[in-house]
């Protein structure tokens, strides 16, 4: 992330100015810091969710300490040089690309079904203890399992999806609006950058920055798009 800030703000206020070339580069180090903790709390939570099962202690304790593993997982590999980070780096794009072929071809082939909601999500199983009583307290029901609706492909799904509606945060149980779905989305896309932090690895880094840059632009927001459309052509409101 240093070599982040340094580079970036090095290549803009030579082409901008100082003052211009530094705030961009502090606003695109401090990005890549918060982008590093949802990257890894992102992953730990797909992790559980989809390799768990229940057959690991899973508090927001454990998955603090889970995080703090895979965050010296990498500093072991950033500690191992450029070259072991730009292999591993090369192996994990084509890990994703595969896992992001599949996930497409799932959403073709898979018709509609009932995807249980996960158990962490407490405000879903919080009811009235006397269901007759609105006025009652709350308690969560977890005896039950609650399901939403897995459409498959359909566009009417997609038209109901097509406006927007923030509804609350499970995690924190406040009500999302732009600003927080721009501040989650602006440090998902800092990662099409990690090209040119990298410039002192690259033969000509004159031709390959421009290049590399701009088509990690145009893949980025192809795949983002296509995975936005895909969602909402497929998964219920609820869901």
């Given at each position: 992330m240093?070599?982040?800030?340094?580079?970036f703000?090095?290549?803009?206020s030579?082409?901008?100015?100082?003052?211009?070339?530094?705030?961009?580069?502090?606003?695109?180090?401090?990005?890549?810091?918060?982008?590093?903790?949802?990257?890894?709390?992102?992953?730990?939570?797909?992790?559980?969710?989809?390799l768990?099962?229940?057959?690991?202690?899973?508090?927001?304790?454990?998955?603090?300490?889970?995080?703090?593993?895979?965050?010296?997982a990498l500093?072991?590999?950033?500690?191992?040089?450029?070259?072991i980070?730009?292999?591993?780096?090369?192996?994990?794009?084509?890990?994703?690309?595969?896992?992001?072929?599949?996930?497409?071809f799932?959403?073709?082939?898979?018709?509609?079904?009932?995807?249980?909601?996960?158990k962490?999500?407490?405000?879903?199983?919080?009811?009235?203890?006397?269901?007759?009583?609105?006025?009652?307290?709350?308690?969560?029901?977890?005896?039950?399992?609650?399901t939403?609706?897995?459409?498959?492909?359909?566009?009417?799904t997609l038209g109901?999806?097509?406006?927007?509606?923030?509804t609350m945060?499970?995690?924190?149980?406040?009500?999302?609006?732009?600003?927080?779905?721009?501040?989650?989305?602006?440090?998902?896309?800092?990662?099409?950058?990690?090209?040119?932090?990298?410039?002192?690895?690259?033969?000509?880094?004159?031709?390959?920055i421009?290049?590399g840059?701009?088509q990690?632009?145009?893949?980025?927001?192809?795949?983002y798009?296509?995975?936005?459309?895909?969602?909402?052509?497929?998964?219920?409101?609820?869901?």
């Amino acid at each position: 992330m240093l070599a982040a800030l340094s580079t970036f703000a090095d290549m803009i206020s030579r082409s901008l100015g100082p003052e211009f070339g530094g705030a961009i580069g502090v606003l695109f180090f401090v990005a890549n810091v918060f982008s590093c903790a949802l990257y890894i709390s992102g992953f730990t939570e797909a992790l559980l969710n989809n390799l768990g099962n229940g057959q690991f202690p899973d508090s927001p304790t454990w998955r603090f300490f889970y995080c703090v593993l895979v965050s010296i997982a990498l500093l072991i590999l950033s500690l191992l040089g450029a070259t072991i980070f730009a292999k591993t780096a090369l192996f994990t794009f084509i890990l994703i690309s595969i896992c992001y072929s599949t996930w497409i071809f799932s959403v073709i082939v898979d018709g509609p079904m009932q995807v249980p909601i996960p158990k962490v999500n407490t405000p879903a199983y919080r009811v009235h203890e006397n269901a007759s009583d609105p006025n009652s307290p709350m308690i969560v029901m977890l005896n039950q399992t609650l399901t939403s609706n897995y459409t498959g492909f359909s566009f009417r799904t997609l038209g109901d999806n097509m406006f927007t509606n923030y509804t609350m945060d499970y995690t924190t149980e406040r009500q999302t609006d732009f600003a927080l779905m721009f501040a989650i989305i602006f440090s998902g896309v800092t990662g099409l950058m990690a090209g040119a932090n990298m410039s002192g690895e690259l033969a000509r880094p004159s031709v390959s920055i421009p290049r590399g840059t701009v088509q990690a632009v145009l893949t980025t927001l192809f795949v983002y798009i296509m995975t936005a459309f895909l969602m909402a052509a497929t998964s219920s409101r609820h869901l």
